[in-house]
């Protein structure tokens, strides 16, 4: 009798990478999970913080808005201590004590600004506010070491050359006109595209200095 030989059937291989995988999880779920969850509790917090912190300037943008007087510009600086307009409104306390004649005060309120906002870019001016107050009060040494400070320490802002200008007036003021050129004569060289370094090129003219090394107006 003929018997057919058919080929044994044969099961297939199982798959241990699934199992690897399903021992991987049954090992690590609890550390899996965890790391998701601090994951979504990250960025629920990065976006809570966004969200208050888009309401909260908004907020103290409108009290700022309102301001009329010292008392509301310092409402706004003690209701929201670390925004912009808290920054703001702390300048615009210090203008207005300056304004008022009240040197002392409006100094006070440009280093409150500086201790609260040191990185802002509006610190050369506080400080040049310092520098100027302090010429204004007849304290030139100090309001000179100020200056010097504003662009050793400030150099690219905007107050920088400004600040140089002002200490070159307080030395031509003060009859050293030596120390007064090199200033001018520096400020050309050193900010030469600045309304500062046009103003000092006017300077040196009318004290009969070369000012060979002088940019050209633009």
């Known amino acids: 009798m003929n018997t057919s030989h058919q080929p044994p059937l044969h099961e297939p291989a199982p798959l241990a990478h699934a199992f690897d995988s399903e021992i991987f999880w049954e090992q690590n779920k609890s550390r899996i ?5 601090a994951l979504l509790i990250g960025a629920a917090a990065v ?28 409402a706004v600086i ?10 703001d409104a702390i300048l615009q306390i210090a203008a207005a004590q300056r304004d008022a004649g009240d040197m002392e005060q409006s100094t006070a309120a440009f ?3 500086l201790v609260r906002f040191p990185q802002h870019p509006l610190a050369g001016g506080a400080l040049l506010g310092i520098a100027q107050n302090q010429d204004a009060s007849g ?23 400004f600040a140089a ?5 307080i030395l031509l003021r ?6 007064a050129r090199r200033s001018f004569n520096m400020i050309v060289s050193q900010f030469p595209q600045s309304p500062a370094a046009r103003m000092a090129t006017a300077q040196l003219g009318r004290l009969g200095a070369p000012t060979g090394n002088a940019a050209p107006a633009p």
């Open 165 to 169: 200008y002002t200490e070159a007036e």
């Open 47 to 74: 976006v809570s913080w966004l969200v208050y912190s888009s309401s909260t300037n908004a907020a103290a943008q409108k009290l700022l808005a309102d301001a009329k007087d010292i008392p509301s510009l310092q």
């Open 33 to 37: 999970l965890a790391a998701v969850a």
């Open 78 to 87: 003690d209701t929201y201590p670390k925004t912009m307009p808290a920054a």
């Open 111 to 113: 280093r409150d600004f």
């Open 174 to 179: 003060s009859f050293q006109r030596d120390e």
């Open 139 to 161: 304290d030139t040494e100090a309001a000179i070491a100020s200056c010097q400070q504003v662009v050793t320490q400030y150099p690219q802002s905007y107050a920088a050359p």
